[in-house]
Each structure stands twice: as structure tokens, then as C-alpha cells.
């Protein structure tokens, strides 16, 4: 019998404060081990999880109107059993109306059974808690995010402590081994990473991280000579590195599309947690200066709840379909989204694989004309993004702050963490509005803006009077600028724009990018500063900055509120 559907309305989803708070609960739930069996849902709102999903009480095909070549609009060759009239009838069925995106609204669709009956899809008005799980594992990842910034940063305050110990005070040398070889294992590690995610999987990779996390920082916490300290380092440095491929490579496949700009600016947000996490670790220093062996070894805690949370998280299903474990994918969507959206998300990823049964891609494949434009445009963002002088701002920004007044080396460091962490938690609400794209556009304009502001503050005569307190305000705006864009969107956007066949290893790509400029700029910095200048420096960054938003403007798509598959199909039909 057929019946008429009438649409339904939808509340307005609620604004991002939501997602963060259910966030962080999960990531705390997860922390004490109680993930297992918990459900995290929005009642009443189209949230993670609620994606006003179709219910079908049997196997079913979507009547499409065929083209001339009998396939679909989208590719899909329709099955047999399909008449003409029954085609004629039936409603066109798009990813929108699939996944419930934000302008869609419930409506009935005209399908076909499996036994030839004509049946109506009705939408199911959600019941409470929805039966998908993202957040804790999402909160997992960021685990390693928070290693990321912590063992970026902890090496700061506890530097003088441990040279002491280890009797290097007057050997600048192997200080500076022992800051750098954390960046050169991060480098390796970085193109080891998507070579390990796509054999062994995201969720494995993680756990296999987790061994030189864990190694490495107890052979820093328990160094008796350099030789021990620098190798506890590179350890360190291998498995901050993988993380960083990975972390945003398994946040991007497992979130819902309406969010995942949200969740995956959260990893950005979590490196600056790290960072403000080891300054606050260094404050015992004062009192105990042992205490920077308790810092590196403190560490090793969430190196093993990394390990073992990953042991009860979902795979990655795109990796999953990938592999042709069809079973094993379809268990882990029922997990992350709900059962309800199991179909409909299969039903998407094999769309996107249709025609291209091609083994998982090289890295020599990476430089082919089929993949080099998008590929060079992941490492041209790091590139910009090293290039802009964020390195040289945090670098130079005690000395800025002590110009103005503010004598506390901490107090500088926390100010500016501070405003990393703001600036982020501010992107991460922002980036399923406006965009990613257009977030990197005002990043690197206020970046711009903020490089001259500190260029003419050293120069200027007439500013000479103000110049403390401009440096200070041109390196809050500066660091306010870049965690709006230039520093979460990068990481986010890289695997939204690789197809999948070439996602992992094209973001470790552009990671080892990221890893050598950061190594190379903090090498030469200071030799570049003395020969032209601190203000000739910062207004050369400036220069890189309006360079970098001429580049975003002409070759960088936008990708808000389109499904990985989505942006993997648009993307190919234009190379």
C-alpha cells in the first residue's frame, strides 16, 4: 500500500559549546577506563549521532531516475528489478537527504524491496540517546595530541635543570642536540607514519606509537649521561612524529561530516593543552630542581592509556572498506554513528569506490600528475605556516614581553599559551560556519597585519615611546591570528582533501614538510636575526603571510559540510 510522508521540522542545532562539553566528558569518561558500554547522545538536536537516520525493515534499493546509460545520477547502476515506471516514480535520493545535513529536512523516499515491493522510507523521530559513540574516541586521539605539545614543550623550563644533572651547564652544543633530536626523530617518524597506518591499520598504529612514547620518556626521566638523554629524545621525537600524521587522519575518517571540522580543529587545540600542560609541570622547578626527571616520566602515563584505549576503539571503517573487510567496517560505523546510518554510509563509501579497485598508492605515486597539485598544496600550507614566523614569535616572545615590563619569563610563556588555547577554542567553533578556507584567508591576514605591527614597533621612531607595549600587542594578535586558522586548519583540511588511496601517506608527506622547515628555521633563525635584523625578519614574515593568502585564495577548496567521499569525487572529476 503506498502512503503519503509528510515532512518534518528540525530543531537548529545546538552551537559548538555543546560538542566541546559532551567532548570533554567523554575524553574524561574514556581516561577512567569507563568508555566501555557508555552512549553519548544530544537529545532532541541533529548532533553527533542524531543524523535523523532512514529505517528500513528490509533489504531495500533506491528507485533513481537512470540516465541513458543506465546508471544513476551519482554512478550507481541500478538493479534489475527496477522498472521504468517504478523509476519514473520514485524520488531522487541525495547525500543530503542520506545524511541529514544541516538544510535537510525528513522526508519519505519511494524504495524497493529486495522481493520487487514498492515501500516507503520512513524516518525514525529520534528517542533519546543516540546508539553512536564518536566523542570518546575522538578523545582517545587527542591523547596523543596532548603527548604531541607536551613533549614539544617540556624540554623548556626543565633544559637548565637537566644540564646540570648531566654536566653539560657550559656545553651549549649538546643542549642543543638535546632540544633538536626530538624534531629530527619527529621527521622520521612523521613518514613512518602513513606507511604503518595503511598496513596495519589507525587504531594498531596508535598502539605501536605508544611503545617509543612510553620507551622514550623513561629513559629521559631516568638519564644518568647525555648519551641516554639524546636517545630517550629521538624516541620521543619518532613517536610525536607518527602522531602527528595520525592523529588528524583517524579524527577526520571517524567524524560525523557536520562536525568533523570541530573535532578535528579539537587536535590543535589539544597540542596547545600539551604545551600549556608541561609549563604548568615545570612550576615546581623553583623549589626542586630534580623535579624535571618527574616531568619527562609523568608522560609515560598516557603513552599507556593511549595504547589501551585504542585496544577498545572502532578501526577506522574507510580503512576498513578499504581492506575489503566489509563486516568488520560496517560493525565499526554501527559504533561511531548508530546503527541507523550503517546502510547509508556503506552505501557511500562504495559510491566513492566505484571504478577505482587500485591498490593503496606508493609514495612515488604521490609526485604523479594524477596527485601532485592537491598533494603540493598539504605541503605548501606547512610551508606557509613554518614560514610565517610562528616559530620565531614564541621564540622571541620573552624578550618582548620583558620590553614592556613583564619580567616573569612564565607569565610571558602562559600569555601566549594562553591565547594559543583561546584562539583555537574560538576556530574549532567556527570552522563548520565559515569554513576552512576562508578561516586560513583571515589567519594569514591578521598574521600579516600583526608581523608589521612588530616590525614597525622596533623601527619607528615616533613609536618608540609605545614600542613595548605594540610588541606585546602585535605578538597576542599574532598568536591569536595564527590558532584561528593557519594552525588548526592545515592538519584538519589534509586528509578531507587526499583521496583515500593516498590519504595516510600524503598527509605523512606533508607532515615530514612540516617537520624539516621547523628543523631548518631553528637552525639558521638566530644566524638570519643577527645578519638583517629582528625587524627585517618579522617584516619578511609579514611578506610570506600576504603571499600565503594570494596562494589559499586560488588553490584551496573548501570542504565544510561535504563527506570525505563527497570531496574524494569533486576532487577527481576536476583533475
Not at 553519548?40 to 528507485?63: A, E, L
Not at 580503512?319 to 554501527?334: C, D, H, M, N, T
Not at 609514495?363 to 598533494?375: E, P
Request: proline fraction near 3%.
Amino acid at each position: 500500500m503506498m502512503m503519503d510522508v509528510r515532512k518534518t521540522s528540525q530543531k537548529r542545532p545546538h552551537p559548538f559549546s555543546t560538542y566541546l562539553s559532551d567532548f570533554l566528558i567523554g575524553s574524561m569518561q574514556t581516561l577512567t577506563f569507563a568508555v566501555k558500554g557508555a552512549t553519548f547522545g544530544i537529545q532532541n538536536q541533529r548532533g553527533v549521532g542524531d543524523f535523523r537516520n532512514w529505517s528500513v525493515v528490509r533489504p531495500i534499493r533506491v528507485c533513481m531516475n537512470k540516465n541513458d546509460n543506465g546508471t544513476n545520477p551519482s554512478g550507481l547502476r541500478l538493479g534489475k528489478r527496477v522498472t521504468r515506471d517504478t523509476e519514473m516514480n520514485c524520488a531522487r535520493v541525495g547525500f543530503s537527504a542520506i545524511f541529514g545535513s544541516s538544510s535537510a529536512k525528513a522526508r519519505s523516499v519511494r524504495v524497493q524491496a529486495s522481493d520487487g515491493d514498492i515501500e516507503e522510507v520512513v524516518p525514525i523521530v529520534p528517542q533519546g540517546k543516540s546508539s553512536g559513540t564518536v566523542l570518546p574516541f575522538v578523545g582517545v586521539a587527542c591523547l596523543g595530541a596532548i603527548l604531541f605539545g607536551y613533549h614539544l614543550g617540556v624540554v623548556n623550563g626543565a633544559l637548565e635543570y637537566l644540564a646540570k644533572d648531566l654536566g653539560i651547564i657550559e656545553n651549549t652544543v649538546l643542549q642543543g642536540w638535546i632540544v633538536s633530536t626530538l624534531l629530527a626523530g619527529a621527521t622520521v617518524g612523521s613518514f613512518t607514519g602513513g606507511t604503518l597506518a595503511d598496513k596495519f591499520g589507525r587504531t594498531r598504529t596508535f598502539q605501536l606509537d605508544a611503545i617509543p612514547l612510553a620507551i622514550g620518556a623513561f629513559l629521559c626521566a631516568t638519564a644518568q649521561n647525555v648519551q641516554t638523554m639524546i636517545i630517550g629524545r629521538l624516541l620521543t621525537g619518532l613517536g610525536i612524529g607518527v602522531t602527528s600524521a595520525i592523529v588528524p587522519l583517524y579524527i577526520s575518517e571517524i567524524s560525523p561530516t557536520e562536525i568533523r571540522g570541530a573535532l578535528g580543529s579539537v587536535n590543535q587545540l589539544f597540542i596547545c593543552i600539551g604545551i600549556l600542560l608541561a609549563l604548568v609541570t615545570g612550576l615546581p622547578l623553583a623549589g626542586n630542581p630534580a623535579w624535571w626527571r618527574s616531568m619527562f616520566g609523568i608522560s609515560v602515563v598516557p603513552s599507556i592509556v593511549l595504547a589501551l584505549g585504542m585496544a577498545i576503539s572502532p578501526e577506522s571503517p574507510r580503512w576498513l572498506f578499504q581492506q575489503g573487510k566489509i563486516a568488520e567496517a560496517e560493525k565499526a560505523v554501527k559504533t561511531l554513528y548508530g546503527k541507523e546510518r550503517v546502510t547509508a554510509v556503506m552505501r557511500d563509501l562504495t559510491t566513492s569506490s566505484q571504478g577505482s579497485s587500485e591498490p593503496e598508492a606508493g609514495w612515488l605515486d604521490l609526485f604523479s600528475s594524477r596527485y601532485w597539485k592537491v598533494v603540493s598544496v598539504g605541503a605548501a600550507l606547512f610551508l606557509f605556516q613554518q614560514f610565517a614566523g610562528i616559530n620565531a614569535v614564541v621564540y622571541y616572545s620573552t624578550a618582548v614581553f620583558r620590553s614592556a615590563g613583564i619580567a616573569s619569563d612564565v607569565a610571558a610563556s602562559a600569555l601566549v599559551g594562553a591565547s594559543n588555547v583561546f584562539g583555537t577554542a574560538i576556530a574549532s567553533s567556527l570552522m563548520d560556519k565559515q569554513g576552512r578556507k576562508s578561516l586560513l584567508i583571515t589567519s594569514f591576514s591578521g598574521m600579516a597585519a600583526s608581523m608589521l605591527l612588530l616590525s614597525l614597533s622596533f623601527t619607528w621612531k615616533v613609536l618608540a615611546p609605545y614600542s613595548g607595549t605594540l610588541a606585546v600587542l602585535g605578538t597576542v594578535l599574532y598568536v591569536l591570528s595564527f590558532s584561528l586558522g593557519a594552525g588548526p586548519v592545515p592538519a584538519l583540511l589534509l586528509p578531507e582533501i587526499f583521496a583515500s588511496r593516498i590519504r595516510a601517506k600524503a598527509v605523512s608527506l606533508s607532515l615530514g614538510t612540516h617537520w624539516i622547515t621547523n628543523f631548518v628555521i631553528g637552525l639558521y633563525f638566530l644566524s638570519v636575526v643577527n645578519k638583517f635584523g629582528i625587524s627585517s625578519v618579522y617584516l619578511g614574515f609579514s611578506a610570506v603571510c600576504v603571499l600565503a593568502v594570494l596562494y589559499i585564495a586560488g588553490n584551496v577548496v573548501e570542504t565544510k559540510g561535504r563527506s570525505l567521499e563527497e570531496i574524494e569525487l569533486a576532487l577527481s572529476s576536476t583533475a
